[in-house]
C-alpha cells in the first residue's frame, strides 16, 4: 500500500492550521481603533496587524510600525515586543527574510528584558519560534537550529519547568518537520522522564503520543503501534484528555492502514468519529470520515465507502476546505470508476481538478483518470490531451508512481488507436518503472529493518547508560548524606568540648570523625580540612571559646555551601566566587594578611556562567602557599579578574607574592594534584579550554580559557 494515496490517514499526525477569513473581524477591529485609548489602542493595532497577515501584509508592517511610533511616543511599551512581531510576520508573508529576522531578533531582545512578565515570556517564545521558521525559509536551517537551541538553554537558566516543557515540545515539532527523528526521540526521553518523576500524567501521555509520531515515520510502524496502544490504554483510565484520545486512536488507524490491516483500522475510526463529534472537531471529523471510506473501500464495501466520502465532502463544502473536496471528489470518482459508472466518475474527476489547488498529486490523479474514463467512452483526442498535460506535471514534479499509471494508459490509448509501435514503447516503459517501484520497495522495507536493528542497538545503550547514571546519582546521593551528618556529627562534638572535662577523649573522637570527612570529601584539600579542626582545638585548650565557636561557624558555612555544590558537576560562577570569600574568611581568622580582590566584567553575568564545582580554590591555595611562605609582606593580595573573551571567558588569578622559578612552575605544571585535576575538568567540558601559569614581575599569574 502506497500512504500518499490515502492523505487523511496523516492528516491527525501532523499539527497545521487553517487559515479562515479575517473580514469580519477587521471590521470590528477598525471601529474598536476609533475610540481606543492608551494600551488599549496599541493593542488594538497589533490586533489589527495579525488580522492582516494573510490578506495584506503590507498592512500588517504598517500597523506594528504605527503602534511602535505610539509606544515610543506616550512611553507605553507593555505591547512593544508583540509589535516587532507583527511586523516581523508582516515581512515574512511579503518573502522579505532579511527584514523579518531583523524585527524578530529585536522582539527577542525586547522580551528577554522583562521574562518574569508572562506576556512577555509568550513574546519571546513567538519571536524565537517564528525566527526559526523564517530562517528556513530563507534556506538557514542551521542557523535556525541554533536560534532555538539558544532558546532552550535560555530556558533552562531561567529554570521554569513549564516553559521548558512547552519549549521542548515545540523543539520536536521544528526536529520533526526537518526529519530529524532521533533527535525528537532524545528531547521527548528527557520529557518523559520529566513527567515520570513528576507524576505529570498529561504531558508523559502527550509525549510518548509524539514518539510513536516519530517512530512511525522513521517506518518502525511495530514500535509505533506498541506505543500508541500503551498510551491508549492509559488515556483510557481519565474521563478527560478527549482530543489526545482521538489523536492517539487516530495514529492507530493510521498505523493498520498502512499494514492493509482495515478491520481493525474500521474499529478505531469510528471511535475517533465519536470523539472528534463530542470536541467539536470539525476538521478531523472531516479526515476522519475520508479514511473511514477508505477502509471500507479496500474491503470492497463500496455503499458504505460512499456514504463516508460524501459525509466528508459535506463537511468540505461547509468549511470551504478546498483540499478535503480535492481528495473526497477523487475518492468518490474511483468507487463509481470500480463500479462501471464512468459518467458520474468523470464527474466526480473533474470537480477533483477544480479544486487541486495546483496540488501536483491530486492534479495528475484526476487528469489520468479523466483520459481513462474518455478512452473507455472512445473520445480519443480528448484522451490523448488530458494524458499529455498530465505527463507534463508528473516529468516536473517526480512521481514515478503516477507515471506508470500514466504510461499504463499510454498504453492502452495507443493499442486502441492502431498505434502498436508506440504502444510497445509505452507497456515497456510502463514494465520498467513498475519493476523499479517494486525494487524499490524491497530497498525500503530492507532500509526499515536495518533502521530498525539499529535502533534498538540505540535504545539498548541508552537504557544501559541510563541505569549507570541513576546507580552514580544514588552513589552520590549518600555521600552527601553521609558528608552531611559527619559534619553534623563534628559540630556536637565541638560544641561538647566547650564545656567538657573530656578533651583528650572526645579529641580522638573527632580525629575520627575528621578522618572519615576528610574520605568523603576528597576534593576539599586535606591539609585546609586538617588545619581548620586543629586550629578549632588550639583555641578550645586556650579556652578561647568565642573564638572557637566563632570559627567553627564559619568552616560549617565554608562545609555547607561545598556540599550544597556537589549536588551537580557544575554551578554559577557567583556560587564559585562566594566559596572562595568563605575561604578567604577562614584564611583571615587564622591570622593570614590576606586581601581579596574581584574585577568583574560588567559584560558578565555571573549568576548565569556555569562553572565547574571547586574550579578557583586549588589555585588559591597555591598562591597562598607558595606565593607567600617566604615573601615579607605587609599584606598578601589576590586579584581574581573575570572578563569575557569572543569564544567565552577568561579568569585570571594574580598574586603579589614571591612568583615562582623555572623548576617550581613545571613541578605545580606537571605534578600539581588540584591543578591536574582542574585541568582534566577543563578538558572534559570542551577541548579547547586551557589553564596557563606564568610569573611576571610582581607575582604569579594563572589563566583560565572557557569556551562557552
Known sequence: MKLNKYFPVLVLLLTFKVVLPQTGKIDSLTMRLETATGEDYINTLNELGIANWNTDPLHSVRYGKHAIAKAERDGVFTFYARSHNVIGAGYLYLDQYDSSIFFYRKAKDIAKQDVENPRMMTDLTNAYTNLWSVLNAAGNPDEAFKEFDNYISFIRVKNNIDDLIDAQFTQVIHYRSAGFYHEAISVLLEIINYAENSS????????????????????????????????????????????????????????????????????????????????????????????????????????????????????????????????AHANIGEVYEIRGNLKLAMNHFRKSLEASMLDPYYTTNALVALARGNLKLGNYP??????????????????????????????????????????????????????????????????????????????????????????????????????????FLIILIILYLATSKKKLLLKKELEIQNHKLTLLTNQINEHFVSNSIARIYSLIDMDKVIEAKKYAAAFIRYLREHIIGLSSINHSLHDELKLISLYFDLQRQQGKSIELVQEIDPNVDIQKVLVPHFLLQPLIENAIQHGFSEKNLQIGIITIKVSSTRKGLQISIHDNGKGMDAVESTHLKRKGIGIDNIRKRLKLIHKQNNIEITRSESGTIVNISLNL
Open 382 to 487: 480528448k484522451s490523448d490531451s488530458l494524458l499529455k498535460a498530465g505527463f507534463d506535471i508528473i516529468k516536473n514534479n517526480n512521481m514515478p508512481e503516477r507515471l506508470k499509471e500514466a504510461y499504463h494508459v499510454k498504453y492502452l490509448y495507443d493499442s486502441s488507436t492502431a498505434n502498436y509501435q508506440e504502444a510497445l514503447k509505452d507497456y515497456i516503459l510502463y514494465s520498467e518503472i513498475k519493476d523499479s517501484l517494486l525494487s524499490m520497495e524491497k530497498q525500503k522495507n530492507i532500509n526499515s529493518l536495518q533502521a530498525k536493528y539499529q535502533l534498538n542497538e540505540k535504545e539498548q545503550k541508552i537504557k544501559i547508560q541510563a541505569l549507570e547514571i541513576a546507580n552514580h546519582e544514588n552513589k552520590f546521593r549518600w555521600m552527601v548524606y553521609l558528608v552531611v551528618l559527619v559534619g
Open 200 to 327: 505529570a500524567d498529561e504531558i508523559q501521555l502527550k509525549a510518548e503520543n509524539e514518539m510513536g509520531i516519530c517512530y512511525f515515520f522513521l517506518g518502525n510502524y511495530d514500535k509505533a503501534l506498541e506505543i500508541f496502544i500503551l498510551t491508549d490504554s492509559a488515556l483510557s483510565r481519565y474521563t478527560g484528555f478527549n482530543t489526545l484520545k482521538m489523536q492517539v486512536k487516530s495514529n492507530i488507524s493510521a498505523i493498520y492502514m498502512a499494514n492493509e490491516d482495515y478491520a481493525n483500522a474500521l474499529v478505531m475510526l469510528k471511535q475517533v468519529n465519536m470523539l472528534s463529534e463530542k470536541i467539536g472537531y470539525v476538521q478531523g471529523l472531516g479526515a476522519s470520515y475520508a479514511n473511514t471510506g477508505i477502509a471500507f473501500k479496500f474491503l470492497n464495501e463500496y455503499d458504505s465507502a460512499l456514504s463516508y466520502y460524501n459525509k466528508s465532502l459535506k463537511i468540505a463544502d461547509a468549511e470551504e476546505y478546498d483540499f478535503y473536496k480535492m481528495a
